[in-house]
């Protein structure tokens, strides 16, 4: 028998590397907020946390106009070029002279908006802390460390920065007039884990800040675009029903709605480390091989789609223990949220592998990105309606019809291109 090649052998071991890092990493996103969620709904409660919550959710678009696409389509770039400094070196001052310079942008919309908007105005001091969270997701190269696969400094400085953010919220937050304090904390912990990846690249791999061209930087942007109209939306799926909900109802609502969301986004979080560990490696498959890229994405879907239906139904059967301990009994009205969404890992982890697994890495990046942003429209009217008539339980039936459409539009579109039958033949 013959014995597999050492290229295939030191891929699968950087490959389950980089998976145990990043689940790692998400032991860390479920234990921490273990400790800052029961914490904060308790100190700050629910109209409090749900400013909070809402100024999060608003700050987050801006957070993906700074990404731009860019952990999906410079990571791809990376995992190509990694092994020439030069065109490494260009990427990535291209990379982030764009991303610091829509931060710029980014700060000066929000403030347009925050001072001519009454409603936010109030809260102008708010807005301005959560910001940091834009800083920090520009200053950490996601993109760079997921194209190198070296998930394991993700992981370290993640880490690191989370529990520093945790120990100083616990030691200083004490009462409800704290959101404040509150929301400065936990922005500035993406801000140091920033800072900490950025120092240790120069041990990672030989990089030099350069100025790489009008034609490079054009070249960035354009081959993202599309990427960010993917990001653009599905950051609508995550963060315009609180942000609507808190539009049309008030921050007690909010309050409920995003403490249930955060308990649902911690099970569908699992799908996070498979994704960002395999999307380079099946990168490198199609690279080498069609054939050898839809055997492994059968694989990936069919053992992810069985986990995360086995989570969600969990989710589903154990809402009222899982809400009791974590949020208390203050938060009883978001049992039924948890209930609502607890569908959404399943869902979500087969959008992950036929959407982007399957169809940008085959290069459907212009029927992905249409996808999303026809059922995008779709659900921001189906929202609003629901909102209107439900209100909470409204935002979370709505998440979940989008996410079934979204679901059933991929596998027609991967259908009609004949992928769909290609994986199932394997």
Known sequence: MSQPSRPATTDRKRLFANMASLFTLQGANYLLPLIIVPYLVRVLGPENFGRVAFAQAFIQYFVVMTDYGFNLSATRTVALVRDDPEKLSNLFSAVMIVKTALMALGFGIMLLIVLLVPSFAKNWSLYTLVYLIVLGNVLFPTWLFQGLERMRHITIFTILARMLSVIAIIALVHKQSDYLLAAALQASGMVIAGLLALVSLTRLAPLRLQWPGVVQLREVV???????????????????????????????AVGYFSAADKIVQAVRGLVGPISQAVY???????????????????TLLRLQGAAMFALSLALFLFAVPIVGVLLGNQFQESVILVKW????????????????????IFGMKKNL????LTTSIFSIFLLVLLIYWFGAQGAAISVVISEIVLLARMAMTLANNGLLKKIADL
């Open 222 to 252: 354009v081959d993202s675009w599309h990427l960010f109209v993917y990001n653009s939306v599905t950051t609508i799926y995550a963060n315009t029903n609180i942000f609507f909900l808190g539009i049309l109802t008030n921050p007690v």
């Open 280 to 298: 380079p490696h099946i990168t490198l498959l199609k690279s080498r091989s069609d054939g050898d890229a839809l055997v492994f994405i059968r």
């Open 341 to 360: 969404m607890a569908v959404l890992p399943f869902i979500l982890g087969l959008s992950n592998v036929l959407g982007i697994q399957t169809m940008l």
């Open 369 to 372: 990105s249409h996808i999303y």
